[in-house]
């Protein structure tokens, strides 16, 4: 059973600073996603990690993969307000109908 | 358009109401999915359809009875809920790749208060 693990749950960081969340799994995941989630509303898909040594950015987020080390990251660059969100992980066993995530990471940037 | 739409946005109904909670959406995926989240907690996966056919049921309490009318509507039944049943009720939708699903795509969910 494929189990997520992210830490930390809590990033409160300044505007303009660097941080990663990190997020290992359990067992052979057949792919990687990230998602982040504003409160009270739905969770918008930001990264699809499908290989090892896959890299994706979008503005002030990375996302990479490492499937030996069963990790992957998602790196905050110049950190700004608007990033404040919770990102969730996610992995899904071979077909991808269930997906089981992590905890989630509840990010606050400071002004 | 990645747009999966779910009516209504909120709910109120008490233990021996029946409502039913509603999902669309027109881009050709052939795999939909009802989640519970209850408040700072992940998504918690409860059915998914694929190609209209109810193909995983999380063991999920019979007081809830999907129904997948067609390839783009879902619908939750609810029937006799109970307080603890009180969450934010997400549909997703994604379509077919070899060998299985892409990535899922979530609608703007159904907050549903249980009295």
């Known amino acids: 059973e494929l189990k997520v693990e992210q830490n930390p749950l809590f990033l409160s960081m300044q505007e303009g600073k660097n941080y990663t969340i990190y997020c290992n799994y359990s067992?052979?995941?057949?792919?990687l996603y990230w998602y982040r989630q504003d409160p009270g509303k739905s969770l918008e898909s930001l990264f699809v990690l499908l290989s090892n040594g896959a890299v994706k950015q979008e503005g002030r987020l990375m996302a990479s993969l490492d499937t030996k080390a069963r990790l992957s990251t998602l790196h905050i660059t110049a950190a700004v307000h608007d990033l404040s969100a919770t990102y969730f992980c996610a992995g899904s066993e071979t077909s991808g109908s269930r997906l089981t995530f992590g905890e989630g990471t509840q990010l606050t940037v400071n002004p | 358009d990645t747009e999966v739409t779910q009516t209504p946005k909120h709910l109120v109904m008490g233990m021996t109401n029946k409502k039913s909670l509603k999902c669309e959406q027109h881009?050709?995926?052939?795999?939909m999915y009802w989640y519970k989240q209850k408040a700072k907690k992940p998504p918690e996966l409860m059915f998914v359809y694929s190609y209209e056919k109810l193909s995983i049921n999380e063991s999920v309490p019979s007081r809830f009875s999907p129904e997948c009318p067609n390839s783009s509507l879902l619908n939750l039944h609810l029937h006799a809920l109970q307080p603890e049943d009180s969450a934010l009720y997400l549909c997703?939708?994604?379509?077919?790749?070899?060998?299985?699903?892409?990535?899922?795509?979530f609608g703007p969910g159904t907050r549903l208060l249980v009295l």
């Open positions: 067992t052979t995941s057949d792919r």
């Open positions: 997703a939708s994604s379509q077919e790749r070899t060998g299985g699903w892409e990535t899922q795509y």
């Open positions: 881009m050709g995926h052939r795999a």
